[in-house]
């Protein structure tokens, strides 16, 4: 009988397998080299990440930029999901055509357009992840629209809900958990965007910090970047996976 | 100005084009009258799968619009969607993001009286699962939902589209005794789709025999009261009798039919 896997807890116990091997490898059998720092010099650079490269507030700059923008386009799609259920309009096909874009365009090069255009902006990075974010929602939610249960339909109509309510009550409601599973995708594809799009426009974010630790070849800045980097995705994820739990259960 | 029947449809027909663009008749013809003694009666469309009884169906709830004839709610036209009348279809529709109460005030709207929903939980057997959301539960749970959620707009007629198809035998059990009860409580009539002999000779007062390809009514079985005493039949006997009645009626018109 074949036994389903725990993917959870296989992946932790390969997480603490790769953290033991690099401790094992680069502290004591490789410690002088150029692929992986010493861990201890690891944990000596959380230092001065805090003060040489300000780690703090770029660290918030990346983390709000993502969240605000992926939030706000989720309300802003909450609030105006009845416009877009409700049929083909001119601004549906104009998102969708966007979709045809992204098939061929990585979303990178959308933000170097907007580098270039304001180079001296605050908030454009906010602006880039945000189209970003809404537009990618748009298009999964328009793409949901064609594989709905008909039972849910028929039976709001049947009861007398007139289009707004299906769609705000009904339609938004049914499509709730795989909207959350298209967040999860999100939140890692918008993280590797912000990053690029900080290290070639510079000036905030971890990208930044990213951008000055190869300009001087320090590979533990890169490292621990790399590691905070990765531990807010998969704290971020987890906080998804606890938010669709208990908002979009049913499935 | 009294109706002088519940519902009427006059030659209704329905096309659908297939992607090829080749038309199919699903629908040809269909005659139907429900007067207003079948109210707390049940009438079913029993037919082999395929044969326009969920189409039929959807047509007179106004869901989908029939492409020839006319639909008559009363003495109206029922070409809009007007909730006298209720669909329930195969598959459970009460909605899983909404707990038992939740999902009977949806069908309420502005009305939010605590003893009307009260009062429908009861009359499905749901006290005390209030605040349960249907998400895993039973098809038998799931369906009382949708029934107490459709009761609650009190209509004139519930269509049921097969709902107790994938139930088990168990279940069906409990759940054919409550639509029963509900249908003469309520004094509300019920058109079932089915495509199970048995289903429909225990649960109906008249059942309606459908072929398929395309979809027609060919024949009426009356089973009130009189019809039977008439027969002479003990219940069980009435019920295989019938059974096998149905079976070569079905077999007579060329279709294809085994009784489950």
């Known amino acids: 009988m074949i036994k389903k896997k725990n993917s959870n807890n296989s992946s932790y116990i390969y997480v603490l397998v790769y953290f033991i091997l690099w401790v094992v490898l680069f502290e004591f059998i490789l410690p002088v080299n150029s692929i992986l720092p010493k861990p201890s010099i690891v944990y000596q650079s959380f230092s001065d990440l805090w003060t040489d490269y300000h780690l703090f507030s770029n660290y918030l700059s990346t983390l709000s930029g993502i969240y605000i923008s992926l939030f706000v386009a989720y309300f802003l799609m909450q609030i105006s999901c009845s416009f877009f259920i409700k049929g083909k309009t001119f601004l549906s096909d104009f998102i969708g055509s966007l979709n045809w874009f992204s098939k061929f365009l990585p979303g990178i090069v959308i933000g170097l357009l907007f580098i270039f255009w304001f180079p001296n902006s605050e908030y454009i990075e906010f602006i880039f992840l945000f189209v970003t974010a809404f537009t990618s929602i748009v298009i999964f939610v328009e793409s949901q629209l064609e594989d709905l249960q008909m039972e849910y339909l028929d039976s709001a109509r049947s009861l007398g809900a007139d289009e707004p309510t299906i769609s705000k009550q009904v339609v938004w409601k049914m499509i709730q958990p795989k909207i959350f599973l298209h967040i999860l995708e999100l939140n890692t594809y918008l993280w590797s965007l912000a990053i690029a799009f900080e290290t070639i426009k510079g000036g905030s974010g971890l990208g930044d910090i990213f951008r000055l630790a190869l300009k001087y070849r320090d590979l533990s800045a890169l490292f621990s970047v790399f590691l905070i980097a990765g531990i807010t995705v998969f704290i971020a994820k987890s906080i998804i996976k606890f938010l669709k739990n208990k908002f979009a259960f049913w499935s | ?260």
């Open chain 2, 1 to 260: 100005m009294v109706d002088k029947f519940l519902i009427k449809l006059e030659n209704v027909s329905k096309d659908f084009t297939g992607t090829a663009g080749a038309k199919r008749n699903v629908l040809e013809d269909i005659n139907l009258e429900l007067l207003p003694e079948d109210s707390g009666n049940i009438i079913s469309l029993l037919s082999s799968f395929g044969s326009g009884k969920s189409t039929l169906l959807k047509i007179i709830a106004g869901l989908e619009k029939p492409s020839e004839g006319t639909v008559l709610l009363g003495h109206k036209f029922s070409k809009e969607r007007n909730n006298e009348i209720i669909y329930i279809p195969e598959k459970p529709s009460s909605f899983p993001w909404l707990n038992v109460e939740e999902n009977i005030k949806f069908a309420l709207k502005e009305v939010n009286n605590k003893n009307i929903v009260k009062e429908f939980i009861d009359m499905v057997g749901l006290s005390g699962y209030e605040n349960h959301h249907p998400n895993n539960k039973s098809l038998g749970f799931r369906f009382r939902i949708t029934l107490a959620r459709a009761l609650a707009v009190q209509p004139k007629l519930i269509l049921l589209d097969d709902p107790f198809k994938r139930m088990s035998n168990e279940t069906k059990d409990e759940i054919y005794g409550l639509v029963k009860s509900v249908g003469k409580n309520y004094n509300i009539a019920m058109i079932l789709g089915t495509s199970n002999i048995s289903e429909a000779v225990y649960l109906s007062n008249r059942i309606y025999l459908m072929k398929k390809n395309p979809g027609i009514i060919f024949n009426a079985i009356e089973m009130n009261a009189e019809t039977m005493k008439e027969r002479g039949l003990s219940r069980h006997d009435r019920f295989i009798s019938l059974k096998n009645e149905i079976e070569k009626l079905f077999s007579s018109a060329g279709e294809n039919f085994h009784s489950q």
